[in-house]
């Protein structure tokens, strides 16, 4: 396949940035999106050009990494894929990609397509954790567990963070992360003990960080490449009301 690829490309936070061209030839359909990149950066390398820069790691669709809007949307057109899942048999001979960062006021752009999600970082630092006794690990039944309530548990535990959430919001808000988050720990008996303070700490930590406020668009769970559903918000707002009841009582 023979391909153009218009990537943004920004020195660091203070550039304007802009979006340049490449013309990238001979790419196997069954290369992934970021093999594209990487074969991009080589072809720049030899030019003595500044390859691009972009977050990567496991690729493998676990870590979260690999955060890039591709022709509009977070991760790409294919649903339920992150950025290094993607493959080039998805795009015909000839397309032009466009290819940017997360656009959002809580992910300022470090260099081209990296942005700093240290807001995340924070906001799981606020509450995201249990309380429980150190030593060793308990009886695994020790403390029974509800079928249906580890399986939400489990599925908002899925969340990888990787910010798609965000970057496909229209208000840029995080309310699909800090849900997931607060959802997988207050479901499970384990995480109880810190349910109010929880909810109360990680939205605060989540308005301090700049992000939006939600307005139930629905494309954050769009985008979402592990499918967190849109009613954890909903048992967000409820369990952040029930804090501030408790709180002021």
């Not at 939400?152 to 997931?180: D, Q, R």
């Amino acid at each position: 396949m023979d391909i153009q690829v218009r990537v943004w490309r920004q020195t660091d936070s203070s550039d304007k940035g802009r979006m340049v061209t490449y013309d990238v030839k001979d790419i196997s359909p069954d290369a992934s999106f970021l093999e594209m990149l990487d074969v991009l950066n080589e072809k720049l390398i030899l030019d003595g050009d500044d390859p691009v820069a972009f977050d990567h790691d496991c690729r493998e669709g676990i870590c979260g990494a690999c955060s890039m809007v591709i022709d509009g949307v977070a991760h790409g057109p294919e649903r339920a894929t992150t950025t290094c899942q993607l493959h080039m048999r998805h795009f015909k001979n000839g397309d032009v990609i466009d290819v940017e960062p997360w656009r959002a006021a809580a992910f300022p752009v470090i260099k081209d397509l990296v942005v700093d999600r240290s807001a995340f970082d924070r906001i799981i630092q606020a509450g995201g954790y249990i309380t429980a006794p150190t030593g060793a690990a308990p009886e695994a039944h020790s403390t029974p567990v509800p079928k249906k309530d580890a399986d939400l548990a489990f599925e908002a535990a899925t969340c990888i963070g990787c910010g798609a959430c965000v970057a496909a919001c229209p208000n840029g808000s995080a309310m699909l992360f800090t849900a997931a988050k607060v959802a997988h720990l207050g479901l499970v008996p384990q995480g109880q003990p810190e349910r109010d303070t929880r909810v109360l700490d990680m939205l605060q930590a989540q308005d301090d960080a700049g992000f939006g406020g939600c307005t139930n668009a629905g494309e954050c769970t769009t985008v979402c490449p592990k499918g967190i559903p849109l009613t954890l918000i909903g048992r967000l707002n409820s369990d952040y009301r029930k804090a501030l009841r408790n709180s002021n009582s």
